[in-house]
């Protein structure tokens, strides 16, 4: 069984773009910030 890398990569990258494309940069770092906590609240 071999990993996709770059093929899962890819969709990360591709969805994270069409979550973020209409935000302002400062909308962006917002949108990063509250994903980030969401993913630090599932390690606890």
């Keep these: 069984?071999?990993?996709k890398t770059?093929?899962?990569v890819?969709?990360?990258r591709d969805?994270?773009?069409e979550e973020t494309k209409g935000l302002?940069?400062?909308a962006q770092i917002q949108?990063?910030?509250?994903k980030a906590e969401e993913l630090?609240?599932?390690f606890h």
């Design 1 to 3: 069984m071999s990993v």
């Design 6 to 8: 770059v093929e899962m």
């Design 10 to 12: 890819r969709k990360i």
């Design 15 to 17: 969805n994270h773009y």
């Design 24 to 26: 302002s940069v400062k």
């Design 31 to 34: 949108y990063i910030r509250k």
């Design 40 to 42: 630090l609240q599932d």
